[in-house]
Protein backbone atom coordinates (compact mmCIF):
# COMPACT_ATOMS: atom_id res chain seq x y z
CA UNK A 1 0.00 0.00 0.00
CA UNK A 2 3.04 2.29 0.49
CA UNK A 3 3.06 4.10 -2.87
CA UNK A 4 6.67 5.64 -3.40
CA UNK A 5 6.89 6.78 0.20
CA UNK A 6 3.45 7.68 0.68
CA UNK A 7 0.53 6.69 3.08
CA UNK A 8 -2.53 4.55 0.82
CA UNK A 9 -5.62 6.42 0.38
CA UNK A 10 -8.91 5.84 1.67
CA UNK A 11 -9.64 3.87 -1.52
CA UNK A 12 -6.51 1.67 -1.24
CA UNK A 13 -7.34 0.83 2.09
CA UNK A 14 -10.34 -0.50 1.53
CA UNK A 15 -13.47 2.61 2.17
CA UNK A 16 -17.13 1.23 1.06
CA UNK A 17 -15.61 -1.97 1.24
CA UNK A 18 -14.40 -2.17 4.68
CA UNK A 19 -14.82 -0.41 8.24
CA UNK A 20 -12.10 1.71 8.67
CA UNK A 21 -11.37 3.09 12.15
CA UNK A 22 -9.95 6.49 12.62
CA UNK A 23 -7.96 6.58 15.83
CA UNK A 24 -7.84 10.06 17.82
CA UNK A 25 -4.89 12.14 19.15
CA UNK A 26 -5.98 15.10 21.01
CA UNK A 27 -3.00 17.54 21.80
CA UNK A 28 -4.75 19.99 23.61
CA UNK A 29 -5.23 20.41 27.64
CA UNK A 30 -8.88 20.05 27.56
CA UNK A 31 -10.32 17.63 25.77
CA UNK A 32 -13.41 15.61 27.69
CA UNK A 33 -11.77 12.43 27.48
CA UNK A 34 -7.75 12.89 27.47
CA UNK A 35 -6.78 16.22 27.86
CA UNK A 36 -3.02 17.21 28.24
CA UNK A 37 -2.10 13.57 28.16
CA UNK A 38 -0.61 14.06 24.20
CA UNK A 39 0.97 17.58 24.21
CA UNK A 40 4.06 16.88 24.43
CA UNK A 41 4.53 16.34 20.25
CA UNK A 42 6.75 13.54 21.25
CA UNK A 43 4.63 11.79 23.57
CA UNK A 44 1.29 12.58 20.63
CA UNK A 45 3.38 11.13 17.90
CA UNK A 46 4.35 7.98 20.51
CA UNK A 47 0.61 7.85 21.10
CA UNK A 48 -0.33 7.97 17.41
CA UNK A 49 2.28 5.05 16.09
CA UNK A 50 1.07 3.09 19.00
CA UNK A 51 -2.48 3.46 17.25
CA UNK A 52 -1.55 2.94 14.06
CA UNK A 53 0.37 -0.37 15.17
CA UNK A 54 -2.56 -1.26 16.82
CA UNK A 55 -4.75 -0.97 13.50
CA UNK A 56 -6.22 2.30 13.23
CA UNK A 57 -6.27 3.15 9.24
CA UNK A 58 -6.29 6.65 9.80
CA UNK A 59 -5.04 8.70 12.53
CA UNK A 60 -7.08 11.99 13.38
CA UNK A 61 -4.58 15.04 14.77
CA UNK A 62 -6.91 17.68 16.81
CA UNK A 63 -5.36 21.10 18.56
CA UNK A 64 -8.89 22.08 19.88
CA UNK A 65 -10.93 21.02 22.12
CA UNK A 66 -14.49 20.53 20.62
CA UNK A 67 -15.90 18.94 23.76
CA UNK A 68 -19.24 20.99 25.14
CA UNK A 69 -18.68 24.64 26.34
CA UNK A 70 -15.00 24.56 24.48
CA UNK A 71 -13.59 28.05 23.97
CA UNK A 72 -11.96 28.76 20.69
CA UNK A 73 -8.45 29.16 20.52
CA UNK A 74 -6.07 31.36 18.34
CA UNK A 75 -5.20 29.68 14.87
CA UNK A 76 -1.38 30.43 16.23
CA UNK A 77 -2.01 28.59 19.37
CA UNK A 78 -3.72 25.44 17.30
CA UNK A 79 -0.81 25.48 14.94
CA UNK A 80 2.00 25.21 17.65
CA UNK A 81 0.18 22.36 19.08
CA UNK A 82 -0.84 20.59 15.64
CA UNK A 83 2.18 21.25 12.79
CA UNK A 84 5.28 19.58 14.57
CA UNK A 85 3.52 16.35 15.44
CA UNK A 86 2.01 16.09 11.63
CA UNK A 87 5.85 16.71 10.55
CA UNK A 88 7.39 14.05 12.84
CA UNK A 89 4.47 11.78 12.80
CA UNK A 90 4.56 11.37 8.62
CA UNK A 91 7.99 10.74 8.39
CA UNK A 92 7.46 7.44 10.33
CA UNK A 93 3.93 6.67 10.14
CA UNK A 94 2.59 4.56 6.94
CA UNK A 95 -1.55 5.56 7.62
CA UNK A 96 -3.26 9.06 6.30
CA UNK A 97 -2.74 11.67 8.97
CA UNK A 98 -6.32 13.73 9.09
CA UNK A 99 -6.25 17.02 10.67
CA UNK A 100 -9.34 17.97 13.18
CA UNK A 101 -9.93 21.55 12.46
CA UNK A 102 -12.10 24.18 11.02
CA UNK A 103 -9.62 26.79 10.39
CA UNK A 104 -8.53 27.37 6.82
CA UNK A 105 -4.88 28.06 8.10
CA UNK A 106 -4.74 25.14 10.09
CA UNK A 107 -5.84 22.91 7.63
CA UNK A 108 -3.88 24.60 4.76
CA UNK A 109 -0.63 24.32 6.68
CA UNK A 110 -1.14 20.69 7.99
CA UNK A 111 -1.39 19.22 4.13
CA UNK A 112 1.45 20.60 3.40
CA UNK A 113 3.15 19.51 6.93
CA UNK A 114 2.17 16.05 5.63
CA UNK A 115 -1.41 15.73 6.67
CA UNK A 116 -3.68 13.85 3.96
CA UNK A 117 -7.14 14.44 4.73
CA UNK A 118 -9.28 17.35 6.74
CA UNK A 119 -12.27 16.50 9.48
CA UNK A 120 -13.77 19.86 9.87
CA UNK A 121 -17.00 19.77 12.46
CA UNK A 122 -18.01 23.06 11.12
CA UNK A 123 -18.67 21.67 7.26
CA UNK A 124 -17.00 24.42 6.16
CA UNK A 125 -19.06 26.97 7.74
CA UNK A 126 -16.83 28.71 9.78
CA UNK A 127 -13.70 29.81 7.76
CA UNK A 128 -14.79 31.31 4.38
CA UNK A 129 -11.07 30.33 3.09
CA UNK A 130 -11.45 26.87 3.91
CA UNK A 131 -13.17 25.70 0.36
CA UNK A 132 -10.32 27.29 -1.01
CA UNK A 133 -8.17 25.60 0.73
CA UNK A 134 -9.12 22.35 -0.03
CA UNK A 135 -10.15 23.56 -3.63
CA UNK A 136 -6.54 23.29 -4.68
CA UNK A 137 -5.74 19.74 -2.99
CA UNK A 138 -7.11 16.10 -3.66
CA UNK A 139 -7.48 15.13 0.47
CA UNK A 140 -10.67 14.37 1.56
CA UNK A 141 -12.97 15.98 3.42
CA UNK A 142 -15.11 15.17 6.66
CA UNK A 143 -18.81 17.66 6.77
CA UNK A 144 -19.90 17.03 10.18
CA UNK A 145 -23.02 18.06 11.52
CA UNK A 146 -23.56 20.32 14.56
CA UNK A 147 -26.19 22.53 15.88
CA UNK A 148 -25.06 25.45 16.94
CA UNK A 149 -21.16 25.30 17.80
CA UNK A 150 -19.07 24.03 20.49
CA UNK A 151 -19.16 26.85 23.26
CA UNK A 152 -23.16 26.54 22.89
CA UNK A 153 -24.23 23.19 21.10
CA UNK A 154 -25.65 21.12 24.18
CA UNK A 155 -27.67 24.27 25.55
CA UNK A 156 -31.30 22.48 24.85
CA UNK A 157 -30.75 21.12 21.47
CA UNK A 158 -34.41 20.27 19.51
CA UNK A 159 -34.94 19.00 16.49
CA UNK A 160 -38.70 18.02 15.08
CA UNK A 161 -36.92 15.26 13.64
CA UNK A 162 -33.07 14.83 14.06
CA UNK A 163 -32.29 12.34 10.88
CA UNK A 164 -34.48 14.22 8.44
CA UNK A 165 -32.81 17.79 9.27
CA UNK A 166 -28.99 16.41 9.51
CA UNK A 167 -29.58 15.12 5.80
CA UNK A 168 -31.12 18.37 5.05
CA UNK A 169 -28.34 19.50 6.12
CA UNK A 170 -25.55 17.69 5.31
CA UNK A 171 -27.41 17.73 1.45
CA UNK A 172 -27.16 21.31 1.59
CA UNK A 173 -23.53 20.96 2.60
CA UNK A 174 -22.34 18.69 -0.19
CA UNK A 175 -23.82 21.27 -2.40
CA UNK A 176 -22.13 23.59 -1.08
CA UNK A 177 -18.83 21.93 -1.63
CA UNK A 178 -19.24 20.84 -4.81
CA UNK A 179 -20.59 24.54 -5.58
CA UNK A 180 -16.99 25.72 -4.17
CA UNK A 181 -14.82 23.06 -6.42
CA UNK A 182 -14.65 20.29 -4.41
CA UNK A 183 -15.36 17.01 -5.94
CA UNK A 184 -18.09 15.15 -3.83
CA UNK A 185 -15.98 11.82 -4.17
CA UNK A 186 -13.97 13.54 -1.58
CA UNK A 187 -16.41 13.85 0.51
CA UNK A 188 -17.11 11.95 3.91
CA UNK A 189 -20.19 13.03 6.11
CA UNK A 190 -20.64 12.90 9.62
CA UNK A 191 -23.90 13.01 11.39
CA UNK A 192 -22.30 14.77 14.35
CA UNK A 193 -23.21 12.64 17.28
CA UNK A 194 -22.73 14.33 20.77
CA UNK A 195 -22.55 18.01 19.08
CA UNK A 196 -26.02 19.92 19.96
CA UNK A 197 -27.57 16.60 20.58
CA UNK A 198 -29.32 14.62 23.98
CA UNK A 199 -29.51 11.12 24.51
CA UNK A 200 -32.37 10.60 23.20
CA UNK A 201 -31.07 12.26 19.22
CA UNK A 202 -27.71 10.10 19.65
CA UNK A 203 -29.79 7.22 19.99
CA UNK A 204 -31.99 8.04 17.20
CA UNK A 205 -29.26 8.95 14.51
CA UNK A 206 -27.78 5.34 15.60
CA UNK A 207 -31.25 3.70 14.87
CA UNK A 208 -31.58 5.75 11.24
CA UNK A 209 -28.34 6.04 10.20
CA UNK A 210 -29.07 3.54 7.60
CA UNK A 211 -31.19 6.63 6.40
CA UNK A 212 -28.09 8.92 6.05
CA UNK A 213 -26.54 6.37 3.80
CA UNK A 214 -29.17 7.31 0.73
CA UNK A 215 -27.39 10.43 0.84
CA UNK A 216 -24.46 8.51 -1.55
CA UNK A 217 -21.45 9.09 0.60
CA UNK A 218 -19.74 7.10 3.30
CA UNK A 219 -20.71 8.04 6.65
CA UNK A 220 -18.29 8.66 9.86
CA UNK A 221 -19.63 8.40 13.27
CA UNK A 222 -17.58 9.47 16.26
CA UNK A 223 -19.57 7.80 19.63
CA UNK A 224 -16.37 7.16 21.20
CA UNK A 225 -16.15 7.52 24.84
CA UNK A 226 -19.24 10.17 24.49
CA UNK A 227 -21.37 11.71 27.62
CA UNK A 228 -24.83 9.69 26.53
CA UNK A 229 -22.92 6.48 27.33
CA UNK A 230 -22.21 8.00 30.45
CA UNK A 231 -25.73 9.03 30.85
CA UNK A 232 -27.62 5.75 30.01
CA UNK A 233 -24.70 3.23 31.85
CA UNK A 234 -23.53 5.66 34.52
CA UNK A 235 -19.81 5.01 33.48
CA UNK A 236 -17.13 7.47 33.99
CA UNK A 237 -15.57 8.93 30.75
CA UNK A 238 -12.51 6.04 31.30
CA UNK A 239 -14.86 3.29 31.61
CA UNK A 240 -17.08 4.04 28.52
CA UNK A 241 -15.17 1.52 26.28
CA UNK A 242 -17.90 -0.98 26.09
CA UNK A 243 -20.97 1.41 25.46
CA UNK A 244 -18.48 2.83 22.74
CA UNK A 245 -17.79 -1.31 21.02
CA UNK A 246 -21.52 -1.20 21.50
CA UNK A 247 -22.40 2.01 19.12
CA UNK A 248 -19.72 1.11 16.76
CA UNK A 249 -21.08 -1.74 15.63
CA UNK A 250 -24.62 -0.87 15.81
CA UNK A 251 -23.19 1.38 13.63
CA UNK A 252 -21.27 -0.61 11.67
CA UNK A 253 -24.71 -2.74 11.12
CA UNK A 254 -26.59 0.39 9.96
CA UNK A 255 -23.93 1.45 7.16
CA UNK A 256 -21.03 3.37 9.16
CA UNK A 257 -17.74 3.36 6.80
CA UNK A 258 -15.48 4.62 9.29
CA UNK A 259 -15.86 5.10 13.12
CA UNK A 260 -13.48 7.73 15.12
CA UNK A 261 -12.44 5.98 18.51
CA UNK A 262 -9.95 6.39 21.02
CA UNK A 263 -9.39 2.93 21.86
CA UNK A 264 -8.25 1.06 18.80
CA UNK A 265 -7.26 -2.41 19.94
CA UNK A 266 -10.06 -3.17 21.66
CA UNK A 267 -12.73 -1.38 18.64
CA UNK A 268 -10.39 -3.06 16.06
CA UNK A 269 -11.15 -6.67 17.28
CA UNK A 270 -15.17 -5.70 17.78
CA UNK A 271 -15.15 -3.86 13.84
CA UNK A 272 -13.82 -7.35 12.49
CA UNK A 273 -16.26 -9.54 13.64
CA UNK A 274 -18.82 -6.98 12.40
CA UNK A 275 -17.45 -6.48 9.01
CA UNK A 276 -17.26 -10.04 9.10
CA UNK A 277 -20.91 -10.98 9.94
CA UNK A 278 -22.44 -7.50 7.95
CA UNK A 279 -20.29 -7.33 5.30
CA UNK A 280 -19.12 -10.80 4.81
CA UNK A 281 -15.42 -9.51 4.91
CA UNK A 282 -12.37 -11.52 6.54
CA UNK A 283 -9.47 -9.78 6.76
Known amino acids: MDRLGLAPTLAELGLGERTLIMGVVNVTPDSFSDGGLYADPERAIAH?????????????????????GAVPVPVEVEL?????????????????????????????????????????ISALRFDPRMSEVLRGCEAPVVLMHMQGEPRTM????????????????LRERVAAAVEAGIAPERLILDPGIGFGKTVAHNLEILRRLDELKALGRPILIGPSRKSFIGQLSGAPVGERLPGTIAAVVLGIARGADIVRVHDVRAVKQAVILADAIIRGERR
Open 48 to 68: ALALAEEGADIIDIGGESTRP
Open 80 to 120: ERVIPVIKGLSKEVKVPISIDTYKAAVAEAALEAGAAMVND
Open 154 to 169: QENPRYDDVVGEIGAF
